[in-house]
């Protein structure tokens, strides 16, 4: 099916519509004034009755009078072309003229009246032949002047649909010139204050959030090709050199082993960006199912204590005695829990402590046992150098590492990636810090709706501890 122009489509509504309304509009006029004419001839036709009936009585109350010649006389003296009949009983019969029928159409008025108690019936008509004139006068008139009407309306319409649409076609213009290569251009807003001038503000805003994009995605590309490139030279340069000439077993395997170390490194960015690029994407699979936030947190806490032992760092737990259950995928929140407590162990001082805390409270929606609507949070604190203010708008920034200031390691995905998790489990990461005092990351889970399944494990108790320390 061929696609028309928008200006083209207009035109045609236009004339259909314009079309439809002088139709309308003659049809309405001609059946008006042919309904008046009517009127006006039946007003007349009554009239006329009314004077013959009045001239009946008196004639017939005079004696010895000719009541035909009387009647006859009277109607010469009616308006040309009158027709008059009269029918009453004993065969009583009056006609003029005498013709028994009309040559022309007529419209014919009937009337019956009573006169000494004997009943008349009186037809008086009157010719349509000036009102037929008219009317098609009109008609021809109507059928002549209606289509040079819609001609010149369309023609002034397809002018119209030009000028008004000649907007979009500079804004369609400007846009086709814009490609990757000059994403800062924008589309000319005319001053105009329409939808016009609307809809150029609209793309000039798209082209800005898609300027923003390239940009971020080519600064997170040159970004991963740097931190990639870092850990390939490195295998790179010690195989060289463990290739250069003959070595002992023993500097093979520390070679081997810094090798192993890289490619490990390597293979976690890789991953991270992986999981970074599928949560963009929305096509990360996060299955859900009842989870104690309590158990993720031993797992994680065990896991990271050779960490916390290498700098001398106690991990102390204050996990509660009450089930802390959400509705989460498990691996998914234990890498976002690993890395919150690798950043706070990063970044403690030595022989210091960090805490993780569990609080399960009821929303402000719920009642006053807790069961329903009850938000749990993990707060994860340390007291190692804090964060600098400047820095602080920043961390969640993929590759931005506020640790090349403070000495530290990593990539700078793994903030990034536990505000991801956070994000597709509906919670959000809220981070207090003072410079040189510590650091504490609170990740808030939404509240809950009741859900039998949660309160089943919630009250099972089964994971139930004291407070622990690493």
């Given at each position: 099916m061929p696609s028309h122009s928008i200006r083209f489509r207009l035109t045609v509504w236009y004339a259909a519509v314009l079309t439809a309304g002088l139709a309308l509009f003659g049809g309405l006029l001609w059946f008006s004034l042919r309904h008046q004419l009517m009127a006006d001839i039946d007003q007349d036709l009554d009239g006329r009755a009314s004077r013959f009936e009045s001239y009946f009585r008196i004639e017939s109350a005079k004696p010895g009078v000719d009541l035909r010649d009387e009647l006859e006389e009277f109607s010469q003296a009616l308006p040309p072309t009158s027709y008059v009949i009269l029918r009453g009983p004993n065969g009583f019969f009056f006609a003029y003229p005498k013709e028994s029928a009309p040559a022309v159409p007529v419209r014919m008025l009937e009337r019956q009246f009573t006169f000494n108690g004997q009943t008349f019936d009186l037809d008086v008509g009157a010719p349509t032949t000036d009102v037929s004139y008219v009317l098609d006068e009109l008609r021809i008139l109507l059928f002549s002047l209606i289509p040079v009407v819609i001609i010149i309306a369309s023609l002034g319409g397809v002018w119209l649909g030009r000028r008004a649409l000649k907007p979009v076609q500079d804004v369609t213009a400007a846009a086709l010139m814009?490609?990757?290569?000059?994403?800062?251009?924008?589309?000319?807003?005319?001053?105009?204050?329409?939808?016009?001038?609307?809809?150029?503000?609209?793309?000039?805003?798209?082209?800005?959030?898609?300027?923003?994009?390239?940009?971020?995605?080519?600064?997170?590309?040159?970004?991963?090709?740097?931190e990639l490139r870092t850990p390939l030279s490195v295998i790179r340069t010690t195989a060289e050199l463990s290739l250069r000439r003959a070595r002992s077993p023993e500097s093979y395997r520390l070679s081997l082993e810094e090798v192993?170390?890289?490619?490990?490194?390597?293979?976690?960015?890789?991953?991270?960006?992986?999981?970074?690029?599928?949560?963009?994407?929305?096509?990360?699979?996060?299955?859900?199912?009842?989870?104690?936030?309590?158990?993720?947190?031993?797992?994680?806490?065990?896991?990271?204590?050779?960490?916390?032992?290498?700098?001398?760092?106690?991990?102390?737990?204050?996990?509660?005695?009450?089930?802390?259950?959400?509705?989460?995928?498990?691996?998914?929140?234990?890498?976002?829990?690993?890395?919150?407590?690798?950043?706070?162990?990063?970044?403690?001082?030595?022989?210091?402590?960090?805490?993780?805390?569990?609080?399960?409270?009821?929303?402000?929606?719920?009642?006053?046992?807790?069961?329903?609507?009850?938000?749990?949070?993990?707060?994860?604190?340390?007291?190692?150098?804090?964060?600098?203010?400047?820095?602080?708008?920043?961390?969640?920034?993929?590759?931005?590492?506020?640790?090349?200031?403070?000495?530290?390691?990593?990539?700078?995905?793994?903030?990034?990636?536990?505000?991801?998790?956070?994000?597709?489990?509906?919670?959000?990461?809220?981070?207090?810090?003072?410079?040189?005092?510590?650091?504490?990351?609170?990740?808030?889970?939404?509240?809950?709706?009741?859900?039998?399944?949660?309160?089943?494990?919630?009250?099972?108790?089964?994971?139930?501890?004291?407070?622990?320390?690493?």
């Open positions: 814009i490609s990757i290569e000059n994403l800062s251009d924008r589309v000319p807003v005319p001053a105009t204050g329409d939808e016009i001038a609307r809809l150029a503000e609209v793309l000039n805003s798209m082209l800005s959030r898609l300027e923003s994009a390239v940009k971020t995605l080519s600064q997170f590309v040159a970004n991963a090709s740097h192993v170390a890289e490619a490990q490194h390597m293979t976690q960015l890789v991953e991270d960006l992986l999981i970074l690029a599928r949560t963009d994407a929305q096509i990360v699979e996060m299955p859900r199912s009842p989870v104690d936030l309590r158990e993720i947190l031993q797992e994680v806490c065990a896991e990271m204590n050779s960490l916390a032992q290498t700098r001398e760092i106690r991990v102390k737990t204050e996990l509660g005695d009450q089930a802390a259950v959400v509705a989460g995928n498990r691996p998914a929140l234990r890498r976002l829990f690993v890395a919150l407590l690798d950043n706070a162990l990063k970044y403690s001082h030595f022989a210091s402590e960090v805490q993780v805390t569990v609080v399960r409270a009821p929303d402000r929606a719920t009642d006053r046992s807790g069961d329903r609507n009850s938000r749990v949070s993990v707060a994860i604190q340390d007291f190692g150098m804090g964060i600098r203010e400047a820095d602080l708008p920043h961390i969640f920034e993929r590759f931005y590492r506020a640790d090349r200031a403070r000495g530290g390691g990593g990539h700078g995905l793994g903030l990034p990636l536990a505000e991801s998790i956070a994000t597709a489990h509906r919670a959000k990461i809220e981070v207090r810090s003072v410079e040189g005092a510590g650091s504490s990351f609170t990740v808030i889970f939404a509240a809950r709706d009741h859900d039998p399944e949660l309160d089943q494990v919630a009250k099972a108790g089964a994971f139930v501890r004291n407070p622990i320390e690493i």
